[in-house]
């Protein structure tokens, strides 16, 4: 029979902690008060961001937003 490596290939080691670390911030996500569910789109916010002005995030699949709510306009998107 033959053994499995002891030490993961460093791409492979890089792969499983990328995955591992977006796992853990999709479950705190997940776990952010959401306000409405729509049409795909997530409105949520983050209760300890006191230093900024009111807003709101908004994701939808892999794409994210925020918006300030006054005025409303867009404060953030995503780095591509």
Not at 47 to 57: F, G, K, L, T, V
């Amino acid at each position: 029979m033959a053994r499995l490596p002891t030490a993961l290939p460093a791409g492979l080691r890089a792969n499983r902690a990328l995955r591992l670390a977006a796992a853990a911030l999709g479950a705190y996500l997940s776990s952010v008060p959401t306000i409405l569910r729509v049409a795909g789109y997530r409105f949520f916010f983050f209760s300890n961001e006191r230093e900024e002005p009111a807003h709101i995030h908004v994701e939808q699949a892999e794409r994210y937003a925020k918006f300030w709510l006054v005025p409303i306009s867009l404060a953030e998107l995503p780095l591509i």
